[in-house]
Each structure stands twice: as C-alpha cells, then as structure tokens.
C-alpha cells in the first residue's frame, strides 16, 4: 500500500476544500482509511475514517457536520470533503490504512499500518 494524499491549499474559513488518498494497489478496497491532521506545536489528532466493507464512518466531534468522508474503490480513492472550514482546522493531514479494520478502531487510536504523506491545510480567517 502506497497512499498519497493531495488536494491540500489554502482556503478561507466558511469555504470548501476536499482531499483526496489513492493507492494504486489491488487491496485498497479491504482497507479502512482514516485521515488524521497536525497543527503546528500540537500532535497528531483523528479526524475521520471510513470503513472498508460496510463504508462506515467516524468523526472527531469537532469537525461533525462539516467533514464528509466517502470512498470510490473503483478508483482507489478515499476523500474528505471540509465544508466551512475554520481556522482551528489549519494543519498537516494525513491519510493511513488498516487492513480489515473498521473506522471505529482508528478513531479510538489504534495505530494504521502504512501512513501516506501528508497534504497542508491552511485556513484563513
């Protein structure tokens, strides 16, 4: 699994930005994808993830409402839709894979098993 992740720019708050993750492997549809961000000083948080099978989903609380995780196997592509972004979403995200796992896992902090290089996301106010 090689994700990449892309789409990430600067966007003004109350805006619209999505990002994608593809992997150009065979397995992508048996692995759950989960995004994750960084601000700057802060560490690594859970953002949302989307179940592989049943295409489940999770939200940190913070962004409920206003991200929207969906999945295209047949072009192996995961994406987050950030719909009136604010500033405090500003950060390094990242997309991860876990194999046969669900989304629920990841959003209590099991750790994926390949990571994808990170997109930056700037949010103006």
């Known amino acids: 699994v090689q994700l990449q992740a892309s789409g990430g720019g600067l966007v003004q708050a109350g805006g619209s930005l999505k990002l994608s993750c593809s992997d150009s492997?065979?397995?992508?549809?048996?692995?759950?994808i989960g995004w994750f961000r960084q601000a700057p000083g802060k560490e690594r948080e859970f953002a949302a993830a989307i179940s592989w099978g049943s295409g489940g989903t999770q939200y940190r609380d913070s962004v409920k409402g206003r991200f929207t995780i969906s999945r295209d196997n047949t072009k192996n592509t995961v994406y987050l839709q950030m719909d009136s972004p604010k500033p405090e979403d500003t950060a390094v995200y990242y997309c991860a894979a876990k194999r046969f796992s669900t989304a629920q896992v990841l959003a209590m902090g099991v750790r994926p098993d390949y990571w994808g290089q990170g997109t930056l996301v700037t949010v103006s106010s």
């Open positions: 492997g065979s397995t992508f549809s048996s692995y759950t």
